[in-house]
């Protein structure tokens, strides 16, 4: 085949679920037999990156030819590509294979697929918790990662094996409060898949095991509720806790889940006892905080929450929630009794009342009213201590905030406080 060909295309400002182009620019040009490709872009997926691609794309005899090598950053890391992206497709079958690094990470992958069926085999090591914890849009960790794996498909069936390694994972904020060390493997069959998985810190255990029936013929398998066996979680939760709150806030304390799952039927006890909530925010601790419940027609009922010792002020509160196709919905309603809620240098002060939460769709509302009984304000001037963190949002600005500031999901505000006067 003869000809020249000269193919451009440019993007700006494009968002597209959760991604945030700012630039894209790709061209493709030369004679037929010879051609060149290039594509620089640069934009947010949570983390701001930049990327370059280029190499020679060939096709010839019916059969496309292609090597690209990539660089570019990633969260402040430079990305290579030490083996370049090989690709080959011709009469219907089609291969590609290379390896990327990622300063000291490394991702290596191989694909064939023919009318035979499909290979494909991956190596992700040495991934920094940290930019897994970013791009999920978690406030930042440290540790390292390590996923991989083998799988195949023949006659619309996926057979394999995957194994994913945790070193180390803690909060980058708070690493005294421990730190995860364990791996979980997923083995599939032609006739099922099984889950087994093991987590410990110095004091708190993870135990995982699970199996499911039916062959698995795509990844969205492995994501219907038919999976049936138990899982089990003991001891400290203050690591688990960290990995999920905001920075400065420390919540402490023995949790106990024995759950045996059968399919959306979730049966077992889950215990929080000798909990604490170090908040910075508001000033002080809250405990003793205490919690029981289990789970009754597929939800997870809390039956109790108790916040400071019964009897004297403090907060009491239920809650009930499901796991549902989007995630997890549910709601609660907390009692308030004289509960002294911030003591901090500038302002301190308790109320009475009540708050209704509701959970959907990754959206905490937060609704009720409280009677404020007393309140002392203390203004200090400029020396005083700030209020650690305000967030604020930055019209057309990408979702690339501080990760101090990372929630897993968003608060609503809707509360109505009274002050009570002499």
Known sequence: MQGRLDLSAELENY?????TLNVLNARLSGPVDGLSFELNADGAITEPFTISVGGPVSYEDNALQASFQFAGELTDRTLTSPQPLEIG???????AGGRL??????LQFELERDESGTDFEYDLSAIPADLVMGLLNLPQAQGD?????????QAEVWTGRSRLEVLGLS???QPALGALDGELSLNVTETGASMT????????????????QGAMTGPGSLLEPDWRG????NGEVGVLAALYMPEDEVLRGVLTVNAEINGMDTSGQVRFRDGALQSALAGRTFEPISAQGSWRNGALIIDSVQIGEGGKSGATGQAEFRATSDGVEGEGRIELNQLYLVDRPELSGGASGYAEISLEGRVLTLTGEADIQRMDVRPTGGGGASIPQIEVEELNRPDVLDRAY??????????????TTA
């Open 171 to 173: 909060s980058a904020s």
């Open 230 to 233: 138990a899982v089990r979680l």
């Open 197 to 212: 998985g093991a987590f410990t810190d110095t004091d708190l255990e993870i135990e995982i095991d699970l199996d499911r």
């Open 101 to 106: 690094a990622l300063d000291g990470a490394g």
């Open 89 to 95: 497709y011709g009469e219907g079958a089609l291969s």
């Open 145 to 153: 990662l390590a996923l991989a794996g083998r799988f195949s498909r």
């Open 406 to 419: 990372r929630r897993p999901i968003r608060i609503e505000l809707d509360y109505l406080c009274a002050l």
């Open 15 to 19: 968002r597209l679920s959760g991604v």
